[in-house]
């Protein structure tokens, strides 16, 4: 018996539809990403309009400086444009806090946020109020935020 030369099966084809698979999987993995962010956008329209409401401030707020606006009001007359940008963002994102807290569609977890606007507002009111003053309100202003909490919680 003669025996026949039978090529080996490297499994090549194998490997070769195994990479296919994975790029399609990855494509249908990426179009579901995309497609989850556009729904978050849609269901989450407030991040979208506090994130805008933060770029017309700045632009206002610089502008106010640029011109020599913010010299002729009183009450903001020892800030500088960017102090006023800081700590109106850190305003319109307290603002959202509290959207979030009292309007039970747009509920999510604040704390972040809340941290975030309480940082920027002490960065823009620190040099005009002074580290002494700004230091004690964000203490309160997180207390009462954790009060207002456990009771919208509780409803």
């Not at 018996?1 to 194998?14: L, V």
């Not at 179009?31 to 556009?38: R, S, T």
């Not at 606007?117 to 002074?130: H, K, P, R, V």
Request: glycine content about 10%.
């Amino acid at each position: 018996m003669t025996e026949e030369f039978k090529p080996e099966d490297t499994g090549s084809s194998y490997v070769g539809e195994e990479k296919i698979d994975e790029k399609v999987h990855e494509k249908e993995h990426e179009k579901v990403e995309e497609k989850q962010l556009q729904e978050k956008a849609h269901r989450d329209p407030l991040s979208n309009i506090i994130w805008a409401g933060i770029l017309i401030w700045a632009g206002l707020a610089l502008l106010a400086s640029n011109l020599g606006v913010l010299a002729t009001i009183p009450v903001l007359q020892g800030m500088s444009g960017w102090s006023l940008v800081f700590a109106g963002a850190g305003l319109i994102l307290i603002l959202e806090v509290f959207f979030r807290l009292f309007i039970p569609r747009y509920r999510q977890p604040v704390i972040g946020t809340m941290i975030m606007g309480l940082i920027l507002m002490s960065i823009g009111l620190g040099d005009s109020f002074g580290w002494n003053l700004v230091w004690p309100v964000i203490l309160i202003a997180v207390g009462l935020s954790i009060i207002l909490g456990g009771f919208v919680r509780r409803n």
